[in-house]
C-alpha cells in the first residue's frame, strides 16, 4: 500500500489566496482526520470523518475554513482567504474500523503564507 | 479536560545509551495511551499503544512503554539507543470521544 497521500508537499500563497490542500487515505480506512502543526500551539485536530461524514469539526479554526469528503479515497481541505498566521504543516490521516486510534499519517503539507 | 505533559522539550543521549521519555496524562477514566514518532519532515508513526491489559506495552525498533495509573505516567524506553532513533517523539491520549490528544513533543538527539 502507498500509504497516505498529500498533495502538494509545499504550498506558498499570498495572503488573500485560496489553498486547498489533497488527501488520498489508506485503502479500506473509513476514518480520515485532518491535524494542523505549529510550533506554538503543537499537533490540533481540525476535524475528522467517518465513512465521508464530518463527525467532529470542533477543531476548525474559523469559518473560513472548510473540509469535504466526496468519497471515501479523497479528502480536501480547503481555506479560503488564506492569512499568515494559517502557516504550518497540515497532516492527513487515516485509520481503519478496527481502532480508529490506531492512525497512519501522510507526510504532510508545508503551508507558507505570506 | 484530557491533557498530555512532555515535560523534556529536547534531550541529547550518546549512541548506546538507554534512553527514557517522560509523559504524563490527565484523563477521568482508564485513558487509551500512544507514543508516536515522527522523523525530519515526515508525518508520524505509531510506536506503540495501551488499551487495556499488560501495563508494558512493548513496539516497533525496540521500544517500550509502562503505564503507571497512580502516577498518571506513560514513559516510553529503550535500551540502547541508535543514531536513527533521533526525531520527535509524542506522547498522545483518547478517551471517549474518539479524539486523540497530543502531548508537545521531545526532540531527541543522538551524539555518536
Known amino acids: 500500500d502507498a500509504g497516505v497521500i498529500q498533495s502538494p508537499r509545499h504550498e506558498v500563497t499570498e495572503m488573500g489566496q485560496e489553498v486547498t490542500l489533497r488527501c488520498k487515505p489508506i485503502s479500506g480506512h473509513d476514518y480520515l482526520f485532518w491535524y494542523r502543526q505549529t510550533m506554538m500551539r503543537g499537533l490540533e485536530l481540525l476535524i475528522y470523518?467517518?465513512?465521508?461524514?464530518?463527525?467532529?469539526d470542533s477543531g476548525m479554526p474559523e469559518d473560513r475554513f472548510s473540509a469535504k469528503m466526496p468519497n471515501a479515497s479523497f479528502s480536501t481541505l480547503k481555506i479560503q482567504p488564506s492569512e499568515p498566521r494559517d502557516s504550518a504543516v497540515y497532516f492527513c490521516?487515516?485509520?481503519?474500523?478496527?481502532?480508529?486510534?490506531?492512525?497512519?499519517f501522510g507526510p504532510g503539507t508545508r503551508l507558507t503564507v505570506l | 479536560a484530557q491533557s498530555v505533559t512532555q515535560p523534556d522539550i529536547h534531550i541529547t543521549v550518546s549512541e548506546g545509551a538507554s534512553l527514557e521519555l517522560r509523559c504524563n496524562y490527565s484523563?477521568?477514566?482508564?485513558?487509551?495511551l500512544f507514543w508516536y514518532v515522527q522523523s525530519p519532515g515526515q508525518g508520524l508513526q505509531l510506536l506503540l499503544k495501551?488499551?487495556?491489559?499488560?501495563?508494558l506495552v512493548q513496539g516497533i525498533k525496540g521500544f517500550e512503554a509502562e503505564f503507571k495509573r497512580s502516577q498518571s505516567s506513560f514513559n516510553l524506553r529503550k535500551p540502547s539507543v541508535h543514531w536513527s532513533d533521533a526525531a520527535e517523539y509524542f506522547c498522545?491520549?483518547?478517551?471517549?470521544?474518539?479524539?486523540?490528544?497530543f502531548g508537545q513533543g521531545t526532540t531527541l538527539q543522538v551524539k555518536p
Open positions: 498522545a491520549v483518547a478517551g471517549n470521544t474518539g479524539k486523540l490528544i
Open positions: 490521516a487515516s485509520s481503519g474500523d478496527r481502532s480508529m486510534y490506531e492512525q497512519f
Open positions: 495501551y488499551l487495556s491489559g499488560d501495563t
Open positions: 484523563y477521568g477514566a482508564t485513558p487509551y
Open positions: 470523518f467517518n465513512n465521508n461524514v464530518p463527525i467532529d
